[in-house]
């Protein structure tokens, strides 16, 4: 592997002169493909800081490297974000939004799109790893040894210490305040790989056409649950701690089988059930088109500022990311060679067109309702500077009831492919 060139402490500087922060310069170590301008005036390169690729940005008031070394690689940090406030952090290919802060731990190919209050000390806690195609939208958080990928957390979604979360669609709750949010409680895992050896087991805990409304009833999964993807559960969700939880979770207090004791044979050549799977995934996909769908006509649009839109760039690319994991994971399992029951072989059948139909996202595309379109519009005139969270709640029913019609339309658009 080539080593990179650094600039030395006599260059770096132009930093210094520009108003950027090195309390060490001989402790800072800035590749040369690291355009210097990107580094924004009153931003703060602590002691063993090292930063690398031509994309990296570093905004205003930001701290690299508060309580221990911090590698950066094509990273792009938003203004008042600190990278590094428990200890050590590594960020690859990663977009931070404004104000985040990342206690200590690795994320890669992922997306952050910022704190907009303090409710919550921090974006994530110590020992996290974010791994590729996950998305944490505006104030979501993690505790303690947290892993995430291919995982979307819609504002405010809480995780606990010690889960390991992959493949989920996370939404629910209608404000930062204790009581108002989704969590999922320390200790729970999601199982997302089969015996058979496939991962077409996405799992909504939620859903995108109603939870991007942000009025919707909370979910609360219990700390140390097993869910068993793939998995949906409605909004008022609520599980024990200590859970196994499968198929469906309904609103209210679900038994879960936490005591299930003995042994069952597994046979390789058991049938699966093949509807469900593939029925399962469409809808996750549904639920990812439409979240694409709001990307492009809703959050970009109608940003805050341009660098917040930039932000919002990287999240919508991110969800594309994981509508092209659920379909490849479908594939996978479609395109075997298995003697799947005659119920099913239509689905094999079918699947190169149903494929090519999820693929062309476009197809699905329709326009704003007026009254949601004006009521947006109006918002945003009133204030340039309101945050996503407070724009979307400040929404009157009436444009709420057009903008669901809207994003229901789309996901039933989705979902009748299967009637075909």
């Known amino acids: 592997m080539k080593q990179p060139i650094y600039y030395t402490p006599i260059q770096l500087q132009t ?242 089988d936490a005591n299930r004791t003995g042994f069952t044979p597994y046979p390789d050549n058991r049938p699966r059930n093949l509807r469900r799977i593939v029925g399962s995934q469409v809808e996750y996909c549904a639920q990812l088109i439409v979240l694409l769908h709001w990307y492009e006509l809703v959050r970009m649009p109608f940003a805050a500022s341009n660098a917040l839109r930039t932000v919002y760039a990287a999240g919508r690319e991110t969800v594309c990311d994981n509508l092209k994991e659920r379909i490849r994971q479908l594939d996978a399992v479609l395109s075997r060679d298995e003697s799947y029951a005659p119920k099913d072989r239509w689905l094999q059948s079918q699947w190169p067109i149903l494929q090519a139909q999820l693929q062309e996202v476009e197809r699905f595309a329709s326009a704003l309702p007026e009254a949601f379109r004006t009521a947006l519009e109006a918002s945003r005139n009133r204030d340039p500077q309101l945050p996503y969270t407070q724009l979307i709640r400040s929404l009157p029913p009436a444009a709420v009831l057009a903008g669901q019609a809207w994003t229901t339309q789309i996901a039933a658009t989705v979902r009748n492919l299967l009637l075909h």
């Open 15 to 256: 930093l210094v002169e520009r108003g950027v922060v090195l309390p060490d310069s001989e402790a800072v170590h800035i590749a040369t493909d690291v355009v210097l301008e990107r580094i924004s005036a009153t931003a703060t390169l602590h002691p063993g800081t090292r930063i690398s690729g031509v994309k990296t940005t570093i905004g205003a008031q930001v701290e690299i490297g508060l309580c221990g070394p911090a590698t950066l690689e094509d990273a792009e940090v938003g203004d008042g974000a600190v990278v590094g406030s428990l200890g050590p952090v590594t960020l690859c290919r990663t977009t931070v939004g404004p104000h985040s802060d990342l206690g200590s731990g690795v994320a890669e190919d992922c997306v952050f799109l910022g704190k907009e209050t303090q409710l919550n000390d921090f974006t994530t806690g110590y020992g996290f790893r974010v791994r590729k195609g996950s998305l944490y939208e505006e104030d979501a958080s993690t505790a303690q040894h947290t892993d995430t990928k291919m995982t979307i957390l819609f504002p405010w979604v809480t995780l606990g210490s010690n889960s390991n979360l992959c493949d989920l669609l996370i939404s629910g709750g209608n404000g930062p305040e204790l009581g108002h949010f989704t969590e999922v409680g320390s200790g729970t895992i999601h199982f997302n790989f089969t015996a058979h050896g496939d991962k077409a087991t996405g799992t909504l805990l939620g859903d995108a056409e109603s939870g991007l409304f942000l009025d919707c009833k909370r979910l609360f999964i219990g700390g140390n649950n097993s869910l068993l993807g793939p998995l949906q559960a409605e909004y008022g969700t609520f599980t024990p701690a200590g859970g196994r939880c499968s198929r469906r979770l309904l609103r209210g207090l679900n038994p879960t």
